[in-house]
C-alpha cells in the first residue's frame, strides 16, 4: 500500500510539475524569433590591441590576447601563435613565452615538446573587444 501510494504522490507531482515548466516563459538572446529564423548580426566589433596586456579577472586566468588573431591558423598542422611564443622565437619578437605548465604531460612530467592539450591556445586565451554587457551584472576584477 506504502509503494502504491508513493508511487500515485510522485506522478501527481511530475504531472504537475511538468505542466508549470511548460507554461514557464523563455527568455533568449534570439528575442522573439523562431528557431528557424534567421537570427540579427551582431554588430562587428574591433579588437583590442593594449600594450603590455589586459588586467587579470580572476587568479590564475589565462591571460587574454592583446592584438589581433583574425588571421592566425591553429590547425594539427600549422600553429602561427608558436612563431611569436615558442621556446625559439619570443626573446626576437619580444613576446611572453608558453607558459612551463603548456609542456608538463598529464603525469606531471615535464617533456621538450608542448603538450597536444594545451596546442590549441584560443581555447583558454581570449582577445578582447570593446563591447557592452550582454546582461546586466556586477562582477568586479581581483585587486591587483
Known amino acids: 500500500m506504502k509503494k ?3 508511487t500515485a504522490l510522485s506522478l ?21 524569433l523562431p528557431l528557424d529564423a534567421n537570427a540579427e548580426e551582431f554588430d562587428r566589433r574591433r579588437q583590442e590591441t593594449m600594450d603590455g596586456g589586459f588586467k587579470k579577472s580572476w587568479k590564475q586566468q589565462p591571460p587574454s590576447i592583446p592584438h589581433k588573431i583574425n588571421k ?25 613565452k ?7 604531460v598529464s603525469e606531471g612530467k615535464v617533456t621538450a ?15 578582447q573587444l570593446d563591447v557592452d554587457d550582454l546582461v546586466e551584472n556586477t562582477f568586479e576584477t581581483i585587486k591587483q
Open 72 to 96: 592566425d591558423e591553429i590547425t594539427l598542422q600549422v600553429n602561427t601563435c608558436l612563431r611569436c611564443h615558442g621556446e625559439e622565437n619570443f626573446k626576437d619578437e619580444n613576446a611572453p
Open 4 to 6: 502504491f501510494l508513493m
Open 12 to 32: 501527481a507531482f511530475l504531472g504537475t510539475s511538468a505542466g508549470l515548466v511548460a507554461n514557464a516563459e523563455m527568455i533568449s538572446l534570439r528575442g522573439d
Open 98 to 104: 608558453i607558459g612551463d605548465s603548456h609542456y608538463a
Open 113 to 127: 615538446d608542448l603538450d597536444m592539450r594545451r596546442y590549441t591556445c584560443n581555447l583558454c586565451h581570449a582577445p
